[in-house]
Structures are given as C-alpha cells and as structure tokens.
C-alpha cells in the first residue's frame, strides 16, 4: 500500500453531461497537485439532480477519466448516496432556526437579482417549500492559490441562499461541503466558475464546525462567443484516441512548460513529467483564457 502525505484532493464531476477539455484542465490540476504533494486523489460523482442527468454520462466519465490515465485512491463516491446526511443537516439548521423554509415563486422572485428575504421571519411550513440558510451581514474573504484574495458581503452580494429545493433535491452548496469534510479534503481544486460560491460555503463549513480546505481556482476556458467550455454550449467531449494530445495541451494551458521532448509521449509518460514538475504557481492568474490561444 503507498504511504501518503496529509494531502487529500479531489474531482467532482457532475453527470449532466460528458467531459470537455474544460473538464480536462480541472481533473489534471487537482490530480497533479495531489500526487505531486504524494496525497490522495478521491473521485465523486455530483449526481444529485436526475431530472438533469445525462443516460449513460457516469459509465462515459469513467472511462474517459481512465482512458486519460487517472487513477484514484478509494471507491468513487456518489452524492445520490448521501441524502440521508444532507436531510439530517437541513433538519438541524431548521430547529436552530439557523434555516427557514420559502414557497416563494420564481415568478415572484423574477425581478429581484439577490433573494430580498420575503420569507425569512414568515414561519411557512416545510412542506412545498424551499429551504434557505440565513446569512449574515459579514464579508468572508480568502486567498485562493491561483486567483489571489476573493471576498464577498454576504447578505448583499448573495443573500440568503437554497440548500435543498423546492422539489426536494439538495442543493449544491450544502452537499459539496459536507462532502469535503466526509472525505477529508484538505485541498480544492476546481475551475474558477466556482470562485463566488466559495464564501457560501466557508459560511457553511464555519456554522457546521468544519475546518476550512485550501482552494485553487484554475482558469474557465472561454469559447468565441464569449461561453466557457461546457455541457450547455455544445462543447465536443473528449476523445479517448487524442488522450496524448490533449494532456500536453492541457498541461501547457495551466502554464506549465513540457519539453518538445514529450510531443509524441503516451499519456504515461505525460502523466508522469506532469507530477514531477509541477509548479501550481504557474497557472495563469486570470479568470478565463481564450480557446483560441491555446494551443
């Protein structure tokens, strides 16, 4: 059995649809910064809304994760088995009126940009009904790794926001967080679309007496009309045949510098410079890089 360091890092994808060069850049991140640190790497599934999920997506991330030459270090965990934690969570955040239910319409809710707190002192029953976590009037800030010093004012910027739907689905928020702490994550690292929902869940993780991971936003890869790269904007899912190419453009698009040696290297050998070379420092300190400029 391999000895690890404290590091434990992550992938998450989530089932609505197939990975993208996008997706590639995240997995190789978190996957290099973990092995290079000789920390554990886990796998899970973000597969908390069916209605949304494509048929066969889990089986194709599998395998393309493979194909691509990762390996993870414990059984892949899947969100959908983990409701009975989430409903416990909520059910406590209710009775230490720390959360309150809201049957608010979209409708009703259409011309306000932050949630103006209409249900908040309403007392309305669970039932039918969206659960919301109060937030305070306090500015969380951290540092990312990659994008610096993120903050936001809670209250204003977000407000009081869902943690399980109205038709009874967790939401994301709560669940990535109890996740994380469930498996020990001592490192986040995922693309910077996520960067504005981290202080959401530092929020989170302090009310529920978590410890606080490291986070490392990689830059969004941007298509030409302005969408990242992802499942809603028809981006082409990766191929198994072109596992070597799209390493090495992958590796290059997170600024690190293969040899011209490596052009032509299978995806072994790639997987291999890439941990022992790794410099996170490298990646480029934007929010999003051009498609088009990376090649």
Not at 141 to 146: G, H, I, L
């Amino acid at each position: 059995m391999p000895t690890f360091s404290g590091y434990t890092g992550r992938f998450a994808p989530t089932p609505s649809g197939y990975l993208h060069f996008g997706s590639l850049m995240a997995a190789l991140a978190s996957y290099l910064d973990a092995r290079a640190a000789n920390g554990r790497w886990l796998l899970r599934m973000e597969d908390l809304d069916p209605p949304r999920e494509v048929p066969g997506a889990q089986a194709a991330i599998l395998s393309t994760l493979e194909a691509y030459g990762f390996e993870w270090d414990a059984a892949l965990l899947r969100q959908s088995e983990r409701t009975e934690a989430y409903r416990h969570t909520v059910q406590s955040l209710l009775m230490q009126g720390l959360a309150y239910p809201c049957d608010c319409s979209r409708k009703r809710l259409a011309p306000w940009p932050i949630y103006p707190g209409f249900c908040r002192d309403a007392q309305k029953p669970d039932r039918d009904a969206a659960i919301r976590l109060r937030v305070p009037k306090l500015e969380y800030a951290f540092e990312d790794r990659v994008q610096g010093r993120f903050s936001q004012q809670l209250a204003r910027d977000v407000g009081d926001f869902v943690i399980r739907r109205r038709d009874g689905l967790f939401a994301y928020q709560l669940a990535v967080v109890l996740d994380d702490a469930w498996q020990g994550m001592t490192d986040v690292v995922r693309g910077a679309d996520l960067l504005d929902s981290t202080p959401r869940q530092l929020y989170l993780q302090e009310l529920l007496g978590l410890p606080h991971p490291r986070y490392l936003h990689v830059p969004l890869v941007i298509q030409p009309d302005g969408h990242k790269l992802g499942k809603s904007y028809r981006s082409p899912p990766l191929d198994a045949e072109q596992a070597p190419s799209l390493l090495l453009r992958a590796l290059r698009a997170l600024g690190q510098r293969p040899p011209r040696e490596l052009h032509g290297a299978g995806r072994a050998e790639l997987m291999a410079w890439g941990i022992e070379h790794w410099d996170a420092s490298r990646i480029p300190r934007v929010p999003t890089l051009a498609e088009a400029q990376l090649k």
